[in-house]
């Protein structure tokens, strides 16, 4: 089966893999590529918690932590300005 390569270097994968696979909107997909034999394989996954930990580590460089009384704070403001 033949697939385009976008500009963006986005690939669609055509809707009898989707079903094939069935993959859904928001699935994720592990990526391993084989540069010898110039080939890319797909597995569906599921995210682990695990994966996740410290993934916006970045963002929060020289801020503390906020304390529980802090978070219960914010949490009271931030339920006040729905009402």
């Known amino acids: 089966m033949l697939m385009k390569v976008f500009n963006k270097g986005q690939v669609v ?9 069935d993959l ?6 592990d990526v ?3 540069a010898k ?4 394989e797909l597995k569906k996954t599921e995210l682990k918690s695990a994966q996740l930990a410290g ?4 963002y ?3 801020k503390p932590f906020p304390s ?3 978070m ?3 949490f009271a403001l931030g339920m006040s300005n729905e009402t």
């Not at 859904?24 to 997909?29: A, P, R, S, Y």
């Not at 034999?37 to 890319?40: D, F, G, T, W």
Request: proline share 3%; charged share 25%; with cysteine.
């Open 32 to 34: 391993s590529i084989d």
């Open 55 to 58: 993934s916006l580590a970045a």
């Open 24 to 29: 859904q909107v928001g699935d994720m997909l």
């Open 68 to 70: 529980r009384r802090q």
């Open 13 to 21: 994968i055509p809707a009898q893999i989707r079903k094939d696979m």
């Open 60 to 62: 929060a460089t020289a």
């Open 72 to 74: 219960h704070e914010a």
């Open 37 to 40: 034999r110039s080939c890319i």
